[in-house]
């Protein structure tokens, strides 16, 4: 048994460590490269490229879109085994450079994926790139507070008269009997 931890432990220290660009949490969006399909996508060059990390105590939501020209598609693997896939679009919409267009339009591949408060770690890969090489976007922002539907509220109103009526009832039936 000693054996073995200590062989996996002198195979973790000779693979290579991947240095991770650390999003920032707060909406603003990073522009990443990627070149034809099967391929990971980097950050453009940057330091860390092309793998992606998140640290936050709240839950959060990771958006990525693609921009400029319509019809790629991308692959997110989170923490080593989550995949998911971006929207399917067609090819041909309008150039847009502007990220929050881009992904507001439906035009453009988008996908939006909440995640538990924590580390996270993930990496981007293309799934069809028709034009061999892009780029686009990726942001984390807070995740939205949940808001009550309309129903509970009336649930919730239906019971504190329930309960505001109760006593009446009570003091009623005391003064009868």
Known sequence: MRRLFLALALLA????????????????????CFGA????ADGCGAP???????AGGTTTTIEVTDAFLSGDRFRLVLNGFEVFLSSLVPQGAPSESDPDAAFASGLFSRLAVTLDP?????????????????????RVVNAPTPV????ALGLLALGLLGLAARPRRMDAAAARG
Not at 37 to 40: D, H, K, P, R, V
Not at 148 to 151: E, S
């Open 13 to 32: 220290l000779a693979l290579p460590a991947r240095a991770a660009t650390f999003l920032p949490i707060g909406g603003a969006w990073t522009p990443f």
């Open 37 to 40: 399909a099967g391929g990971e």
């Open 48 to 54: 860390g490229s092309p793998f992606f990390a998140i």
């Open 118 to 138: 924590g580390f996270n770690d993930f990496a981007l890969f293309v799934e069809d790139s028709p034009f061999g090489a892009g780029q686009g976007f990726i």
């Open 148 to 151: 009550p539907a309309p129903a």
